[in-house]
């Protein structure tokens, strides 16, 4: 009988490694979280080590004697190689690598790994290979020495060995080629932003720290059916869902790719098309997990790279999320936001009044109609009907008496057409007794 033989991805065993340059900082927290993303890369944390160092070393990012230290625990340990809490230069990653003869890899790789590894549909595709490539060009020299060695795991998933093993002619010009793709998407999505704009419609941009919830809060508000874990970046490629809210108002929501401390450069750039979902939005939902300790720090990293985008001047809701799972003596608060509210996406707790808050931020983007219009004129009624809230509408004898909400576009121009029947409204008014209101 035929002997079956199974055959697993190569497991990475790591030892995670960080410098801490002044007392307080959050070297510690770093790791703590560099854990989690290299268990969602599919690697096993060994063992922590941070140095206390002035500065990182320029030539080796830890000083010679820690080298030493690590090298010996790799060895005790059986570590298949380490991972730097920071994104290291190509003459870093080529002396530590030497020193400690281990595979070394460094924070950048590990997030673009697991972007990689999440990227499903077309779009992320060519986001993730671009930012690989831009990675791996600037470190083509440093990585060559190590090829031999790179038998799979953290650090191998997407372009591949081959793209590595090409010069760098060939990958700037496939760099050339998907920043192409790219523009061809980004011009998609300004086409889709425009029409969106031609139908009044109000967009809000979930935004926040990865795995706040941003995927469960839309799942809850609009059973848009996409994969919700409690894993760091567990959703990659946006999504976007109309909301029809109880007053008959429509918003739309888009789900954005989460952010990270240290989020690498080559990544911010490679999904800028993306990220600007954000930019163009006309509301941003930050979604944020009061449950974690390092709720702050989190909300800080998403304000900061809000900026990097120049997402300015938009209405900020905070969404303090996971409530039910955080402690009571937790302060929350955001000065940097315009409204706050709690809520638990996973139990629904707080969503009614999320919902309510964004009824009111709609109906604040619109102006209150009260008019009459005659009935050769009901057509208009659509118009309020499709683009705005409709209040009431009352048939008389005179015509239609409407009350509702509308977009400052809408309003201009039936008030534009109004104007030219200004003498036969008048008088509908009058019947009305509405004379004095006019």
């Not at 697993?8 to 703590?32: H, N, P």
């Not at 870093?92 to 499903?120: G, H």
């Not at 209150?368 to 009907?385: D, F, H, M, S």
């Amino acid at each position: 009988m035929a002997e079956t033989l199974e055959i697993k991805e190569i497991e990475e065993r790591v030892i995670l490694v960080g410098v801490s340059t002044k007392d307080g900082d959050d070297t510690e927290a770093s790791l703590d979280e560099l854990e989690e993303l290299v268990e969602t890369a599919g690697a096993v944390t060994l063992e922590k080590v941070i140095q206390n160092r002035e500065s990182v070393h320029p030539g080796t990012y830890l000083g010679k004697g820690k080298i030493e230290e690590v090298r010996e625990r790799i060895q005790e340990l059986g570590a298949t190689g380490i991972v730097c809490d920071d994104e290291l230069s190509p003459a870093q990653l080529r002396n530590l690598e030497n020193a400690l003869e281990a595979k070394v890899m460094d924070r950048t790789m590990v997030i673009l790994d697991i972007f990689a590894k999440r990227a499903t549909t077309k779009e992320g595709k060519i986001q993730v290979e671009l930012a690989q490539l831009r990675y791996r060009s600037a470190r083509l020299v440093g990585l060559r020495n190590s090829l031999s060695r790179l038998g799979g795991g953290i650090g191998t998933r997407g372009p591949g060995e081959t793209k590595l093993e090409v010069d760098r002619r060939r990958i700037h010009d496939r760099i050339g080629q998907l920043k192409a793709e790219l523009e061809d998407v980004k011009r998609h999505r300004e086409t889709a932003r425009q029409k969106r704009s031609r139908n009044h419609v109000t967009v809000a941009s979930i935004v926040g720290y990865t795995n706040a919830g941003k995927s469960t809060l839309l799942n809850r508000l609009t059973d848009a059916g996409i994969l919700a874990e409690d894993k760091l970046f567990a959703t990659l490629d946006p999504t976007t869902r109309n909301l029809k809210l109880p007053s008959g108002q429509e918003i739309l929501l888009t789900d954005t790719v989460g952010f990270i401390r240290k989020l690498p450069h080559h990544l911010i750039e490679a999904f800028k098309s993306t990220l600007e979902e954000a930019k163009y939005a006309d509301i941003i939902l930050h979604v944020v997990d009061c449950s974690n300790p390092q709720m702050d720090m989190q909300m800080y990293v998403v304000y900061d790279t809000l900026k990097q985008l120049e997402v300015q001047d938009k209405e900020v809701v905070t969404v303090f999320n996971k409530i039910d799972r955080a402690g009571e003596d937790v302060i929350l608060r955001d000065f940097s936001s315009d409204y706050q509210v709690k809520i638990s996406a996973k139990t629904g707790q707080g969503i009614d009044e999320l919902i309510d808050l964004l009824e009111k931020l709609l109906r604040n983007r619109k102006v209150y109609l009260e008019q009459v219009y005659t009935y050769q004129e009901a057509g208009k009624i659509q118009l309020i009907r499709k683009y705005g809230e409709l209040l009431s509408e009352e048939y008389t004898e005179a015509g239609i008496l409407v009350k509702a909400y509308v977009p400052a576009e809408v309003y201009g121009s039936i008030m534009l057409h109004r104007q030219t029947n200004c003498a036969a409204i008048k008088q509908v008014c009058k019947q009305l007794y509405l004379y004095k209101t006019w």
